[in-house]
């Protein structure tokens, strides 16, 4: 029997848990202040601004851990030339949970001696040798060029953890405005075990700005009064936890499932269409690495009622599926897989809804980042994000099938959890 923890990586090489870091004098009135408006800001540097402006693209990559070497590395590749591309005086931003890769860790360590001004919030449960040789070359200094700390608990709340997987750029290449978010940990065992995604958004100044505050507030490491916050910009909309969830503040993932419509008609999508009154299903695909607990519960009980409602559901589980989830889901109609390598297993946090959603009768719209489906995530620093680029959706509803097909079909289980 799987067991029903939200865990999120297994390498973990021994170390100590850190203590909190020391809070700064000044921080807590700077932390106290909400996620202000980011559209008046200048440009980090110099460097971050020499490009000249272009359209932004975005697009979405995933590893294959059943592939050769590449294809596992895939990820943590495209994030490595970013690293070599930036230039000096340039900004690299990130706020990772695991980061134990050496090559990675070294690419790091290079940008910050040819000048790039490394900004590194790393979670504190443990400690990998690579983030203790990036912290011990980088320094802990937050006003410093560059810097690298860790945050004990959620470095925006009082529990749970920094979880996030992100990573920006001032600069790279002949791109600027860069951002990657998904499900990626910077480790060898994400590469080799786990399914993830990446999302990066190019040449988006808007988006990319989006997130400038909320990394301003994790290095500070000050639990904050109210740290939830929802953005939004052109094609996305980025939701920032912990939450406590409340009548004022729903459930993310729920405020996301309530907008679905399960059925249209063909004259929904196509007022001319030559049978109007034939219906059409909207297709919910799930990609869940934990998935469990009381919440866990309540999110399976909406889709088993979606499923009902003519929704046409598939999800692929990863190794924190609790046993009531899964038997919910099961007796409920909705398809379910799990990797057919024992060895692997998927770590993504993503739902794609094709089909009716919003004001749309036929679209693909994406939810990725870090955020898994249980109680104890809602404590923790993540991101959701919401992608309404049809073409990104699509992207990742291929993704996601590839991924369906290396699966095996799996029934309810034990209950539990």
Known sequence: MRLAHDHTHLDRPPGTRPARLLRRLGLALAAAL???????????????????????????????????SAEQRRLLTQLIRAVDRAPARSTLRMAVFSFGDPETADAVIAAHRRGVRVKIVFAGNHTYPAMAR?????????????????????????????HAKYFSFGHTGERRWVTMVGSVN??????????????????????YRAYLPWFKQL????????????????????????LAVSTARPDPVLRALDNVRCEVTKADIDPGAKHPDRVVATRLLIGAYAWNGDRGKQIAWKVAHMQAAGCRTKVFFGDGIGGA???????????????????????????IVHGAVGDHARTTWAWTGSHNWSSRALR????????????????????FLRMWDRGKVVGAGSAGG
């Open 325 to 351: 989830v899964r038997s919910i889901l099961a007796h409920h109609g909705v398809a379910l897989r799990e990797s057919a390598d024992g060895k692997v297993t998927t770590h993504e946090k993503l739902m």
């Open 134 to 162: 990036i912290m011990d070359a980088l320094g802990s200094d937050t006003s410093a060029r560059s810097f690298a700390v860790q945050c004990d608990a959620s470095c925006r709340g009082s529990r749970g953890q920094m």
């Open 219 to 242: 290095k500070e490491d000050v639990p904050l009064d109210e740290p939830y916050v929802r953005r939004s910009v052109p094609g996305n909309q980025i939701d920032f936890t912990p």
């Open 186 to 207: 910077v480790t060898r065992h994400n590469a080799e075990q786990q399914w993830s995604d990446l999302y990066t958004v190019a040449d988006d100044r808007r988006y």
């Open 380 to 399: 923790r620093d993540d991101l959701i994000v919401r992608i309404t680029d049809e073409r990104v959706g699509l992207r990742y509803r291929a993704g």
């Open 34 to 68: 909400a996620l202000s408006s980011v559209q008046g800001l200048a440009p980090s540097s110099r460097a971050d601004a020499a490009a000249p402006e272009r359209q932004p693209t975005a697009n979405v990559h995933f590893n294959n851990p059943l592939g050769s």
